[in-house]
């Protein structure tokens, strides 16, 4: 079953001969459990294309569903929900909160939504992301690598329908990406989760199960 797909998705910036086509028709299909990296060079409409499928902006035309529900057909505050429930978020910049502890970073989105942790399943991602020694430090005692780990974590602790990275090794060390892009695919597989992730960098996403390739707001390739 298709966890994702698009349907002839476009948005254009801009009127008339000034128009920029950032996405320019785009159909993909994800299914449950993939692990996909989305790559092209710099402008080729990755951050668009992953805004649009997190339900963070409206497209131009066309249509992203998630588990079959078209999510613009969602009123503004309906998508809000939608987005705080079955879409996880993975930065390049972390965004950790700096006075919560890493446990209380990694349930915060659960409790914001009103609702009690899971412990076992938080225990579960806590030790496959080795992140069971660390619980009391504040996210300025973590390294870089530390960091993105517990971002992970809390991505993957509401059980979203998808998380979305991007660019999630942007501000790790080629050693630390290996490293990340490793927790990432242990964490696709062990949990079933669907993860559509951008990057620039081919070498990160050779590491995905799927690459689709996106030039000028097209998809110009698409290897499974
Ligand atoms: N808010 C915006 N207003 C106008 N043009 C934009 C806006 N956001 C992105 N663009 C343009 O859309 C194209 C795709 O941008 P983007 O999706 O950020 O690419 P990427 O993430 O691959 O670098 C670029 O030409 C960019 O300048
Ligand atoms: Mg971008």
């Known amino acids: 079953m298709n966890v994702l797909e698009t349907i002839d998705l476009k948005k254009y910036y801009g009127k008339n001969e000034t128009t920029v086509k950032a996405l320019d028709g785009v159909n993909i ?10 790559v092209g060079t710099s402008g080729s409409g990755k951050s668009t294309l992953l805004h649009m499928l997190g339900g963070l902006d409206r497209p131009t035309s066309g249509k992203v569903l998630v588990d079959n529900k078209d999510i613009f ?31 209380e ?25 080795g992140l069971e020694n ?45 490293d990340v892009m490793g927790l990432l695919k242990v964490t696709s597989s062990k949990f079933n989760q669907t993860i559509v992730m951008i990057t620039h960098s081919e070498e ?5 199960d799927r690459t689709i390739r996106i030039e000028d707001g097209k998809i110009v390739g698409d290897d499974k």
């Open 105 to 129: 970073n990694i349930v915060l989105p659960i409790e914001l939504d009103g609702n009690t942790p899971d412990s076992q399943y938080v225990d579960k991602i806590i030790k496959t992301l």
């Open 134 to 178: 660390k619980m009391y430090n504040l996210p300025n005692n973590l390294s870089g690598g530390q960091q993105q780990r517990v971002a992970i974590a809390r991505a993957l602790a509401t059980k979203p329908a998808i998380i979305l990275a991007d660019e999630p090794t942007g501000n790790l060390d080629s050693k630390t990406t290996i």
């Open 73 to 103: 057909n969602l009123k503004e505050d309906e998508l809000t929900i939608f987005r705080r429930r079955k879409i996880g978020f993975i930065f390049q910049s972390f965004n950790l909160v700096p006075v919560l502890n890493v446990y």
């Open 204 to 208: 990160v996403a050779q590491m995905a």
């Open 29 to 38: 299909n994800v299914k449950r459990g993939e692990f996909i990296a989305i």
